[in-house]
């Protein structure tokens, strides 16, 4: 269930038989939908007056921006009798119109017009708690709708040229997630030859599991040696929930500071969009690494000039390769099923999905959804309260 922003609250049936993300006889599979920031969609893309819709968790949300530039996010049925805003609605000055009766509804979701009536009745469609980061629209998803939990955050320094891709993958969010603190697939899988130097929940922010990386990217990888030599990086991940992989990448050789995210979304219970988004941070003193520069005549008239094309480079570089990265995971993310036995798993795995069980209802990730249902929903304590 969506968390509601106060006032009027709707509640939308529940799937009444839903299959998890692959499972076989003996073992136990995630519950589908952990509570999140899930990413939407890279909002540079959304004019003025658009609306797109979207499935998440297997309900259906649209997101607009309205005349004025506001953006918004809200379940995509219509209060008034349900039909799809998603389909055939409009964004109308700062009101998105239903396409059934012509009801429009601000951005708070009330109800704020009606055709050829003066009068409007208390009605509000349920909005989402948003978010924008590196120009992408967050929203909150707790599946018995609780407010969220946490704010995310990003490394406070300016970043520039963003650039985004997303890729469908047959698997789970928290699989996504949890392929940051396994250490051995990164050596075996990925061909780097990276140390771990952490790998434990944050003690001062507990939504927070942080991981440190150092090594270089492609150790063994063919026909790629000018990356091999000059990518070398410490990696510093921060997972805000299972959503939201946050690494800063410090390649140390070049100067240059990288930040990307890796965010998993859940479609349904089979299919998670992830997106990946890079940035480059900052770009040091090119005389850290090329031997003598300083001493070059217009060395500064040079460096800057150089500073924005080389940063771009690197990230365009960066962007690349941590696309090609994902798409080895994904042959083996599309297969695989979740082995919920700990027995041979490196601590640091061990110790992230501990960390994970407070994203799930009750903190059990294995929570069948019947289960989960029969527990307190907030959404409906709030309908009872007010009825
Ligand atoms: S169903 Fe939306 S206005 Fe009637
Ligand atoms: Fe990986």
Redesign the pocket.
Known sequence: MFYLTGGHVWVTARPKEVRTVKQIKGDRSLFPYPSAWYCIDDVRTLAPGELKHFSLCGEDIVYFRTESGELAAMEAY?P????NFGHGGKVIGEHVQ?P????EFGTDGRCAKVPESKGVPKLKARTLHTDLVMDHLFVWYDYLGRPPSFRLQLWDHPLVSTLSTSITMRTHPQELAENGSDLRHFRFLHHNNFRMLRAEADPERPHVFRTTLKGKIFEESSGRQFQRDLLAAEVDIAMNGLGFLAARCDLYKVGVVNQYLACGTPLNEHETVLRIITAFEEIQDFGTFVPGFRRLPGSGWLQSKMQRPVAKLFTKLMFDDVVAVQLEDRDVWHHKIHRSERKGLDRSVVQFRKWAEQFYPNGDPYLSLAEADALPDVSLEAVRASA
């Open positions: 219509c008034h009798m349900g039909a239903c059934f009766h012509g009801f």
